[in-house]
């Protein structure tokens, strides 16, 4: 083959390589999102396995992941900071939010990120006298293009028949929906998808699995909906790929991938 020719092939080859990366990276702005409810480190077997769930969630490769039913520092968690435990576990950066003091410890949200955390913020959710109070934890971060999004993750009422889960988030989108960053909230919203609170949120927010909804709950038989990734404004994230991660020992719910383009 002459040289031209080679040198043309390999021009070819190395522009055709370029673009691909340039596909698959986006510039910095894809983003791997996961929510997870890690069942407060017991796992459905009882034997406090924090690496069984650290394994989860490395093998989604998450750049920002959620957690629900989390410990800090209570006897039932052996006095292990969850959060922390796994973020160690997981080489991602861990932020605990306190929903209320429990069995000698805290427990509440946890956030994980690879990506450096600019500000941050716990807010409370209000609930009924004698029902679990909720919270809402947000991290506002840089991605690797410079551009600041905000990360929430959040846990919903469980009880039925209590009105606490409409106002939870009636204050979520009253906090969350006038910020000036592109925004996701992820977390066990206790609802289904054609429940109120859903449509509540759908006002403002749009589900991830908007055009295919899969069950998350529980992890050995899925039959429900109830874990969440949503995104807001619409026009500004792009949905390249879900997946349903179901781990039948790790917890009794499965985890929620979500891969996110910000869209320029």
Partial sequence: MKPIRLLFLFSSILLFNTLSAQNTNDDGRTVRVLTFN??????????FDLDKLASVIKNANPDFVALQEVDFKTN??????????????????????IAMPFDGGGYGEGILTKKPILGSRNIALPHSPGNEPRAALEVIVELDSG???CFVGTHLEHQENSSD???????????????????????????TPESEPISLLKQYWTDSFAYKSEPTYSSDNPRIKIDYILFRPEEKWKVIEN???????ASDHCAVLSVLRLVK
């Fill in 165 to 191: 889960r409409i106002d939870q988030v009636k204050k979520l989108n009253r906090v969350f929906t006038n910020g000036k960053y592109p925004t996701i909230l992820a977390g066990d919203l206790n609802a």
């Fill in 147 to 149: 551009d600041t999004i």
């Fill in 243 to 249: 997946r349903i991660i179901c781990d039948e020992v």
């Fill in 76 to 97: 039932r968690a052996k006095k292990y900071d969850l959060v922390t435990e796994l973020g160690w576990r997981t080489k991602m950066a861990p932020l605990f939010g």
């Fill in 38 to 47: 890690i069942l407060h480190g017991a796992t459905t077997k009882g034997d």
